[in-house]
């Protein structure tokens, strides 16, 4: 029996006995970045690289753990995470070509993904010690959209991408048909992580289509196709809402079995809609935040400066401004479809206070699953054991 009346007792409750994050920081435990820098130039990027923490992270999204033992070795300076994992990524892209060439599908799928998480780990990384602005990202979109189409294509499904149109201009989705299917397909609305995409996130829930849902991924405000257009604000769950009628209206997907799936502060927006929406009959946010305002300065710089990007602010002042109107104080208890609750307990961007603040104001069916050991690649389930309490839970409850 899940029990609210305090952190503690929810703990108890969950049968958590070892210790969880209650305040966000940084993901990888080292020194400082100058003291870091030297450790990298004299090569023992390993004490701090490659650690059972980074191995964690590494399998979490389906790659060899060993490989940070790789990347502490060829790194010369913090400045070369990029073109590591991008030199990394290179054999990869070309043995795909190559078993395309010898009608090997598998392979060329299994090459495939491997290249496209080496590159979101090339520009992306813990956001203290490495980190790639966003604006920077703006270079390798094209080709990380080029990929993920290849991948489609490689993976033969039934995709089709729609337009939705919302009070705030115009966004589109892929909406990904499951392979086995008779009749009407039940369908996820799926919403993307800080940074993410559709491409991108269309590729981490295809586990939940291999059960056997549709799913509907969105760019979303400053996000994917609209990086460069209007900013992401705290009530966009207006794009979700619309994105939720025009998967509604697909003659292809059962209107009475949609949920809403997403990851960080995609499960943010999620939570939002399945409050602002009777039509979801299901809810799973995986590794959710829920004041942003009360971390924001706290996170890491390379969180802050994503969030300032992706909301449009400029200074410090204005970034905490922003993001305390970021919060799920006023959605929670309009909640009244079934919720699952997806949260590592190493949490060090949404730290595990967040999941309880959540859940102690659920007043719908909860289920809670805590990742024992996981930190926020949980937002990210693509790995079988971060997909599978998901998929569970959805047979259940859609």
Excluded at 128 to 147: A, G, H, K, N, S
């Amino acid at each position: 029996m899940l029990d609210t009346t305090t952190f503690e007792a929810f703990l108890r409750s969950l049968n958590i006995k070892e210790p969880v994050t209650t305040q966000v920081g940084a993901m990888v435990s080292g020194p400082p970045k100058p003291i870091a820098e030297a450790a990298i130039r004299a090569g023992l990027g390993f004490v701090f690289l490659d650690t059972a923490q980074t191995k964690n992270i590494l399998a979490n999204l389906g790659l060899d753990p060993d490989l940070s033992a790789v990347v502490a070795r060829r790194m010369k300076s913090l400045r070369m995470w990029r073109p590591v994992w991008e030199d990394m990524a290179s054999p990869h892209l070309k043995a795909m070509e190559a078993a395309w060439l010898r009608g090997d599908r598998g392979a060329a799928i299994a090459a495939l993904r491997t290249v496209l998480t080496m590159l979101n780990l090339a520009y992306s990384g813990d956001g203290y010690y490495i980190y790639t602005p966003l604006p920077e990202r703006r270079r390798i979109l094209p080709v990380q959209r080029r990929l993920y189409a290849r991948l489609r294509e490689l993976n033969n499904e039934h995709v089709e991408q729609l337009e939705v149109r919302h009070a705030g201009g115009v966004t589109s989705g892929l909406l990904h048909f499951p392979k086995l299917t008779t009749g009407r397909a039940p369908a996820l609305l799926v919403i993307h992580t800080l940074a993410g995409d559709k491409d991108d996130y269309d590729v981490t829930v295809a586990p939940f289509r291999a059960a056997g849902y549709a799913t509907f991924c969105i760019d979303m405000p400053a996000h994917g196709e609209n990086f460069d257009g209007p900013r992401i604000l705290p009530n966009d769950e207006q794009v979700c809402l619309a994105a939720l009628e025009v998967l509604a209206a697909h003659p292809a997907i059962d209107a009475e079995r949609l949920g809403v799936l997403g990851g960080s502060l995609g499960a943010f927006f999620a939570l939002r809609t399945a409050a602002a929406s009777t039509r979801i009959k299901a809810c799973v946010a995986y590794a959710s935040p829920f004041d942003i305002g009360t971390g924001i300065m706290k996170a890491v710089y390379g969180i802050r400066t994503s969030f300032a990007w992706v909301v449009g602010a400029q200074t410090p002042e204005e970034i905490q401004t922003k993001a305390n109107a970021f919060a799920l104080y006023d959605a929670l208890h309009k909640i009244q479809c079934p919720v699952l609750l997806v949260h590592g307990t190493q949490d060090h961007i949404c730290d595990f206070t967040a999941c309880y603040e959540i859940a102690r104001r659920i007043t719908s069916p909860l289920t809670v699953v805590p990742l024992i050991g996981t930190d926020h690649e949980a937002a990210q389930p693509y790995a079988p054991h971060l997909a599978k309490p998901g998929i569970e839970w959805l047979k259940q409850n859609l």
